[in-house]
């Protein structure tokens, strides 16, 4: 690879590290939504105005019992369990995705700091700690008994509450009305502990986030020293993980979202009137397509990054390369060839600019050689050279620097697509959101690199940039040569903890450069030899 080019990338991969480890979250990003339109159209549930009153007045005190009872709620996706404490969530699992144990994912172990969906008159969810009367029995719901209802009452000192649950067979969507009466305000969070299942992947944000509008705003719960608040144009409240994410959207306007630290664990939480006040509360996967049909905004919760203008209509591309293929790896190849099939006539002047850049290399050391003392005249006559041999100096960084952006746009949807997670695509590799450990992990006392994991893939990858480089005219000297020959072993061992799904990108890219190369080379030969 020519030095230039390789700069070039080195840079783009320093940008990369420093985004992802380094420095703090983008500026939300209007999210690049399709021209369709389809999330302006705000559902008749959401077009209520403001909390309305309680439909059934809700008078005197409630005998409630002093022992907490669990109802155990189970559809085709999930199992879950709520309490009579605070009429809350207590656990919730996913039937559809596995862990590395074989075993369901658990979006929430134990309720945590705050339990889901624990509400009070103050940001403290006093109620939380209430024991509710329950209406309802443990269900399991199917396609022959496809909904489902749990009511929670609270009845005390002029404070009443009816939390009523709607479940349904084939969604994770819930739906929950909550009827409020005796308290000017009413506080309600989705909790601290539910929706994230790995918190110790940091490869992409894992906390409370929300939507305002069309920005995604992100929370860090180290950077939480002090509450924050927003008012207007809230759509909906969440905590997530890389793949994962529960999330309240309420279905009328309410007065603020605040969120700030509680015990070490970040609160987000949404503040309205008293009255009915209804919601939808999602627990489940980063599905884009299948949130978009909830047609409430959800699918901003997946952020395609910078370049989500680039991002979202290459997953697109991804997804139908999948239909097409039935394998997310070959779904991954098409998409680095049809990538690669616009920048071909650019990279293909890149690469005769450098040969040519090449072959001057003699004349240009007897210039520097020549004007040593007298730099201005050196350079007029460098200019001159270039002119008369019809060289463009800068040719050989132009086509990696147009593709910048769309390495960037696949890196961001090859780390955060959930299709990925678990998809396996030939031989060994069974995981392309995994780094590919074949051979096991490098040993955790050796510095910097102790822990990655190490596999063929990305040793592969780095001795196609080696052939690459082999190939590719230079116009360094000797001992810049060996220097340069560092960067496949610099690049390999980046790479070993990339997911499986990039590393093959970035092979067959390789791979697509060693042919254009290979048949460039050629060309120039033949062109010389007649």
């Known amino acids: 690879m020519e030095n230039r080019a390789l700069i070039a990338v080195a840079l783009a991969f320093l940008i990369l590290l420093a985004y992802q480890f380094f420095v703090m979250p983008p500026e939300p990003q209007k999210p690049q939504t399709p021209a369709t339109g389809n ?19 809700l008078t005197g005190d409630i005998q409630l019992s002093q022992h907490e009872k669990e109802i155990k709620v189970e559809n085709d996706l999930y199992s879950a369990v709520y309490t009579s404490m605070g009429g809350t969530i207590k656990y919730y ?74 479940f349904y067979h084939d969604t994770y969507r819930v739906d929950i009305k909550d009827e409020v009466s005796g308290m000017p305000d009413y506080w309600i969070t989705i909790g601290t502990d539910i929706g994230i299942h790995d918190k110790h992947d940091t490869s992409t944000h894992v906390g409370p986030v929300l939507l305002k509008e069309s920005d995604r705003i992100e929370f860090d719960s180290g950077g939480l020293s002090e509450a924050k608040s927003y008012r207007e144009g809230l759509r909906w409240i969440a905590q997530e993980d890389k793949y994962f994410f529960a999330s309240l959207v309420p279905l009328a306007p309410v007065e603020q979202a605040k969120v700030w630290k509680m015990n070490d664990s970040p609160v987000i939480a949404l503040q309205g009137k008293s009255g009915t006040n209804s919601f939808i509360l999602y627990v489940g996967p980063k599905d884009y397509d299948y949130l978009k049909t909830l047609n409430v905004g959800l699918e901003h919760i997946i952020d395609f990054g910078f370049f989500s203008i680039l991002a979202v209509p290459l997953f697109w591309v991804l997804k139908f390369f999948y239909q097409v293929s039935g394998n997310y790896g070959w779904a991954i190849v098409l998409l680095t060839t049809v990538v690669r099939i616009p920048f071909i006539p650019l990279i293909n002047k890149s690469q005769k600019s450098m040969k040519k850049m090449q072959e001057i290399q003699p004349k240009m050391a007897e210039l520097r050689e020549k004007y040593k003392k007298d730099p201005q005249r050196m350079q007029k006559e460098t200019m001159e050279l270039y002119k008369t041999h019809k060289v463009n100096p800068i040719g050989g960084c132009l086509p990696i620097l147009l593709q910048i952006p769309v390495f960037f746009a696949l890196y961001k949807i090859l780390l955060i697509a959930i299709e990925l997670r678990g998809a396996p695509f030939m031989l060994w590799i069974k995981d392309l959101a995994a780094p590919d450990s074949l051979f096991g992990h490098i040993p955790a006392a050796i510095p910097l690199i102790g822990g990655f994991a190490v596999g063929p893939l990305p040793i592969l990858m780095g001795a196609t940039m080696v052939i690459q480089q082999k190939m590719t005219p230079t116009t360094l000297d000797p001992t810049q040569n060996k220097i340069m020959m560092l960067m496949p072993v610099v690049f390999t061992f980046l790479f070993l903890n990339f997911a499986s799904g990039l590393v093959l990108y970035w092979l067959m890219n390789n791979i697509f450069s060693i042919a254009q190369q290979f048949y460039v080379n050629r060309k120039m030969a033949k062109e010389q030899a007649s």
């Open 39 to 57: 999330e302006q159209t705000v559902p008749a549930e959401r077009q209520q105005t403001a909390a309305q009153p309680p439909s059934l007045p």
């Open 93 to 166: 699992e996913l039937k559809n995705f596995k862990d590395k144990e074989g075993k369901n994912v658990v979006l929430l172990g134990k309720p945590g700091t705050e339990p889901p969906l624990g509400i009070g008159s103050k940001d403290d969810f006093a109620f939380a700690e209430k024991n509710f009367q329950v209406t309802g029995r443990d269900m399991l719901l199917t396609s022959n008994n496809k909904t489902g209802t749990l009511v929670f009452e609270y009845a005390e000192q002029g404070i009443a509450v009816r939390r009523s649950y709607t």
